[in-house]
């Protein structure tokens, strides 16, 4: 399905990544195959439940590939797809782009903030 309006792709791609967690959790996997509790364990303020449907939301937009083995209990490791380590490249070029930036972000923002607002 090809669309030629860029609103669209702006759309989708703020679906993918607009989540507080997303990014996060990509970042989590950047190393290589991490079991549930391994990820769980790098974001330690992300509830169990949250995580989950994160996993579950990456798993279907096809950025995380999950396995399962037979195993008791049951074993599943998650990993980056191809489609995902691409989207990291991207994440780590806005990581840097904020890295770079962030003070004059925070300037911005309490320039704003002092202003008064009642116009």
Do not use: C
Not at 75 to 81: A, P, T, W
Not at 88 to 116: C, M, P, Y
């Amino acid at each position: 399905m090809e669309h030629k309006n860029d609103d669209y792709h702006v759309r989708i791609m703020v679906g993918i990544i607009s989540s507080k967690w997303t990014l996060p959790v990509m970042y989590a996997l950047k190393d290589g195959t991490k079991r549930y509790h391994e990820v769980n364990k790098v974001l330690p303020d992300m509830r169990e439940k949250v995580l989950t449907d994160t996993l579950r939301k990456l798993e279907r937009d096809g950025l995380v590939a999950r396995a399962v083995f037979a195993a008791v209990p049951p074993k599943v490791e998650y990993e980056l797809s191809e489609l995902g380590k691409s989207l990291l490249d991207v994440i780590i070029t806005l990581l840097g782009w904020t890295k770079e930036h962030v003070n004059e972000v925070h300037v911005a923002r309490q320039t704003f903030d002092s202003k008064d607002t009642t116009d």
